[in-house]
């Protein structure tokens, strides 16, 4: 497998999580987003997202991580990422797409460039818009976590799934853009517990070949 992505994409960092959770090995090729290599061929030409993360299994070409996540755990499902019954498995897209869905999209390179160079909002406002969606949206993380039966040392249980393979990128881009993360003690609960595993620091935005 190979798997085309950038160091400090949160999309990709859950995709190599979850690799290194199932123990599998892949080729890791630099698509570098602020020198915008995603828009030019020959990536552009493979991805017609023009985003990262993209796997390559074979001749097959997966795109948009959480579908990658799940073909993982499809094809190689142990440990899984998807564990329980329906309902289980219910709750842990849930918390995976709070953050996915609802945070992500709002603060991601494309959307703060957009802002910064066609609308011409300061970098001061840039900063304040990323900081208010990750700070309100992982309050409603927090609310899914705190307190509920199902939550354990991970965001469902006691093993790490869907949910902490999207929750811990987030949580790291937070921290680098000086995001207040006072009010969710859960999460930052999780994101310790989920740092303490293997898995997650080794593929770690810091730990990755084009990390600079």
């Not at 985003?51 to 499902?77: C, F, N």
């Not at 790490?160 to 990128?169: E, I, M, S």
């Not at 609960?189 to 595993?197: I, L």
Request: one cysteine or more; glycine letters at 4%.
């Amino acid at each position: 497998m190979q798997l085309y992505n950038y160091f400090r994409s949160s999309a990709s960092y859950r995709v190599r999580i979850a690799l290194a959770l199932k123990g599998l090995s892949y080729d890791y090729v630099p698509i570098h987003l602020v020198r915008n290599e995603q828009l030019q061929p020959p990536y552009s030409e493979l991805a017609p997202s023009r985003l990262v993360p993209l796997l390559r299994d074979g001749d097959a070409l997966l795109g948009q991580s959480m579908a990658i996540i799940e073909y993982l755990d499809e094809t190689h499902p142990e440990p899984p990422l998807l564990p329980g019954d329906a309902l289980a498995r219910a709750r842990i897209r849930a918390i995976a797409q709070d953050i996915a869905c609802e945070i992500h999209p709002i603060d991601n390179l494309r959307v703060l460039r957009y802002l910064v160079h066609d609308l011409k909002v300061s970098e001061d406002d840039k900063n304040r818009w990323y900081r208010h969606w990750v700070e309100t949206g992982l309050e409603v993380v927090e609310q899914q976590l705190a307190g509920h039966p199902a939550t354990g040392r991970f965001c469902h249980g006691d093993t790490p799934t869907l949910a902490d393979c999207t929750l811990v990128p987030q949580i790291h881009n937070a921290q680098r853009m000086n995001c207040n993360l006072d009010h969710v003690p859960t999460v930052m609960r999780v994101f310790d517990a989920c740092m303490a595993h293997d898995a997650f620091s080794s593929t770690q935005p810091s730990a990755c070949p084009d990390a600079a």
